[in-house]
């Protein structure tokens, strides 16, 4: 039976529209078939480029549109999804010089040595194709930059991957929208429509990963979510990556000295990172180390008159909300937390933001504060007073994998005084916990640049690589090596004369 799917205002919890219908498993078929079609299509890399730039224009041309409809769906409100779509037609701009560049195919030519040892070596030639067709799986708090023509949609169209996007619930007119301005843009470069596909439902989702022609999958969402996704991309009989982003807490350690320095700057500047979007980040900063004593707590009044002054928000759906509020105040009932600003709701949609405090040493006891080194996803932080080095790096080193670890230091740790051995020792141990080490910063925002990175250790991904910056191309591509393969024969980028132009390593010196 076809079961509708309704565009929400998330201000009044109503339905606005009947947007499409969840996906039959006929459906996904069909439409992993047709984008598996399309897929030699992609092989010319300056038609692919030609693609997402064509994408990046339609959506600028498209942005009141695109916008009024993402902010009906979702509440963000115009600045911030303004922004978003800006972010995201760079995001496939960027993709688009990647491809034009050719060095993400990683071309290695080895020519034939018959006096190499130990063993004579034949004619090699390496590089890189892609893996086929891409399920993409759209994020609830980002519905462009993460959605349908986010990094994992505009990274396999660049790797020369079609894509079958699942549509997030939470945004489905504005995922059916941009869908079609990303298929318009294919027909306009020359392309089949069906490079992007796009199906609604949660049964839709399963059926798209167990699909035999579906190649990899990458998702941003929920650990429960993420991880039966990602065991099921394992368990299929042809098992396939599963580039998953779960959950993230993003500590904070602000040491003595910093604090001593700007503990207000400090303060303001964690209120204004962690009520963010209303919390929303996957970066958003949710446990904080500050030291005890006099300077900790100027700290601790900065942040609390920085937070109860933030204004209340709403969150992209009631059951998100819900957790929120039940989270919130499961953290606050345990014994020896304090809640020097309660997070809470406001009337019947929003949410107030808040943190918590707690002494360190409840971190390292018996487990019975767990529940503070998981993820609450919304406006709230979690605020450890730690009396000592010791004591701070026994929670580092009860903490799971994140995305981003923070450093707070003063001006003379890292200046090259004696003061940087500790400082060194500090980003050694948050460099163990995440993929993106800030110092005197804050980890919400994430830049879209060829160094960056988005990933760390599990639960933040379940792999190594990032979902942001140049190298997430790297997800949809295998390496193939040509042996002894007479030049008639090999792809235009392996042959000697490089009518390509690309950078290239021949016999080991890089061209």
């Known amino acids: 039976m076809a079961v509708p799917v309704w565009s929400v205002d998330p201000r009044t919890g109503k339905r606005r529209e009947q947007v499409a219908v969840e996906a039959t498993a006929g459906e996904v078929d069909a439409a992993v078939r047709a984008a598996a079609a399309a897929l030699p299509a992609l092989a010319d890399r300056s038609v692919r480029s030609r693609l997402l730039r064509g994408a990046a224009g339609l959506l600028e041309r498209s942005a009141d549109e695109v916008v009024a ?23 496939l701009r960027a993709f688009a010089d990647v491809v034009d560049e050719g060095a993400f195919l990683d071309v290695i030519i080895d020519h034939a040595d018959p006096a190499a040892t130990p063993i ?93 022609l579906v190649a990899a999958a990458g998702f941003t969402g929920s650990i429960p979510g993420g991880r039966a996704l990602h065991d099921a991309a394992a368990a299929r009989p042809r098992p396939i990556p599963f580039y998953g982003e779960l959950g993230s807490l993003n500590p904070v350690v602000v040491t003595p000295a910093a604090a001593a320095e700007r503990a207000e700057q400090i303060g303001t500047g964690l209120a204004a990172s962690f009520t963010l979007g209303s919390g929303q980040f996957c970066t958003k ?24 002054q933030a204004p ?68 709230l932080t979690v605020l450890v007073r730690y009396g000592s080095a010791a004591e701070r790096d026994a929670v580092l080193d009860r903490l799971p994998g994140n995305l981003t670890a923070t450093a707070h230091l003063s001006a003379a740790e890292g200046s090259g005084s004696a003061s940087d051995a500790g400082a060194a020792d500090l980003l050694a141990r ?76 021949v016999d080991g010196v890089l061209s």
């Open 120 to 212: 004579p070596r034949p004619d090699l030639r390496r590089w890189k194709v892609p893996l086929g067709v891409v399920a993409v799986y759209a994020a609830s708090n980002f519905p462009l930059a993460f959605s349908v023509p986010g990094g994992d949609t505009a990274s396999a169209l660049a790797a020369g991957c079609p894509v079958v996007v699942k549509a997030h619930p939470d945004h489905p007119a504005t995922s059916a929208l941009v869908a079609d301005l990303l298929r318009q843009a294919a027909t306009e470069a020359g392309l089949p429509a069906d490079v992007v596909n796009l199906v609604h439902g949660f049964q839709a989702g399963i059926e798209l990963i167990g699909h035999p």
């Open 285 to 308: 900063p949710g446990l904080v180390l500050v030291p005890d004593g006099p300077d900790g707590d100027r700290l601790a009044a900065a942040l609390t008159s920085a937070a109860e």
């Open 69 to 91: 409809v993402a902010d009906a769906e979702t509440g963000l409100g115009t600045p911030r999804l303004t922004g978003e779509l800006a972010r995201t037609a760079y995001q």
């Open 430 to 505: 948050l460099t163990a916990l995440a993929g993106r080490v800030l110092v005197n910063g804050w980890p919400t925002g994430v830049a879209v640049a060829p160094a960056q990175h988005h990933g760390g250790p599990y639960p933040a991904t379940t792999s190594t690589s990032t979902s942001v910056g140049a190298t997430a191309i790297e997800r949809w591509l295998r390496p193939v090596a040509y042996q002894d393969t007479p030049p008639a024969l090999l792809p235009p980028e392996l042959r000697d004369d490089n009518p390509a132009g690309l950078r290239r390593r």
């Open 312 to 379: 209340a928000g709403v969150l992209l759906d009631s059951r998100m909300r819900d957790n929120f509020l039940k989270g919130a105040a499961a953290r606050a009932e345990l014994p020896a937390v304090t809640v020097p600003v309660p997070a809470g709701a406001d009337g019947d949609l929003g949410v107030r933001p808040g943190y918590l405090a707690v002494p360190a040493a409840e971190l390292t006891a018996d487990g019975a504060y767990d529940l503070l080194i998981e993820e609450c996803f919304g406006p």
